[in-house]
């Protein structure tokens, strides 16, 4: 299967300081794509090249799915958190329509963009939250209203720089368990950046490990999650992980 994105060479370098260097690698269409490593080895980095918000030397070539040329990718993103005022009183269907619509919400929220935030807190299992003051949204809520956003239109490439971080641990499993159905049920191709080598384990297809703005080791959850490359990696230490066949802890 042609790659949808494949990067070549790409090199970052900010201040003075080379933060990338040399990354190649290809983002299989429909896969899960994790991105690990420790903080400060670049991960960011590179989905804000990807994003176009960050300069890099190199080259993203992007194809459709049989092989074509992909002018306009649609993206879809999530970040690690999004800060708010707590002060301001919006909801949940007038935060999302601000985004979904030219049409300014002073004047409303027009009938087909509140069919489309219908379908979008449905998908998500939130339709119970349409009238909530984001202000008052859990964590784990205000990412999947997040989710839902960057999953509409249909994107052709879903980043998420470690999304589910400073919820807690019920509202993660949930979050990460969304996403993996969205990737299988939809299709949607996607870039993950976590910490969570459970999660990673669990639900990706292909991992690829950071070391230094490099890439030093890619390939499937079962060859990248060795002991060997987790002790390169992070260090000595046990390291909790499903195995392939989902049998229990290991490594």
Not at 70 to 83: D, F, H
Not at 96 to 110: C, D, K, N, T
Request: aromatic share 4%; with cysteine; net charge positive.
């Amino acid at each position: 299967m042609n790659p949808l994105l494949q990067l070549q060479n790409i090199q970052v370098q900010l201040g003075g300081r080379l933060i990338l260097s040399g990354v190649s690698t290809g983002i299989r269409r429909g896969s899960m794509t994790a991105l690990i490593g420790l903080n400060g080895s670049g991960k960011t980095t590179l989905l804000r090249a990807i994003l176009g918000e960050t300069r890099f030397n190199g080259t993203l070539t992007w194809r459709g799915p049989a092989g074509e040329p992909l002018p306009t990718p649609r993206i879809g993103y999530v970040p690690q958190r999004l800060t708010l005022d707590s002060r301001l009183p919006i909801t949940v269907t007038d935060f999302l329509a601000i985004s979904l619509q030219s049409w300014p919400i002073l004047f409303g929220v027009r009938p087909q963009t509140r069919v489309m935030i219908d379908q979008i807190l449905t998908q998500m299992g939130i339709p119970h939250l349409a009238k909530t003051q984001v202000a008052r949204l859990s964590g784990g809520e205000l990412q999947r209203v997040l989710l839902g956003l960057a999953l509409t239109p249909h994107p052709d490439l879903l980043l998420l720089d470690e999304p589910a971080a400073g919820i807690d641990f019920r509202d993660q499993q949930r979050f990460y368990e969304l996403i993996a159905e969205m990737n299988q049920s939809l299709g949607i191709t996607v870039l993950l950046v976590s910490h969570e080598l459970e999660i990673v384990g669990k639900h990706a297809h292909q991992v690829l490990c950071l070391r230094n703005g490099r890439i030093q080791q890619e390939g499937s959850p079962a060859e990248v999650l060795s002991q060997a490359n987790l002790e390169l990696l992070f260090g000595h230490g046990r390291i909790l992980l499903p195995q392939p066949n989902n049998s229990g802890n290991t490594i």
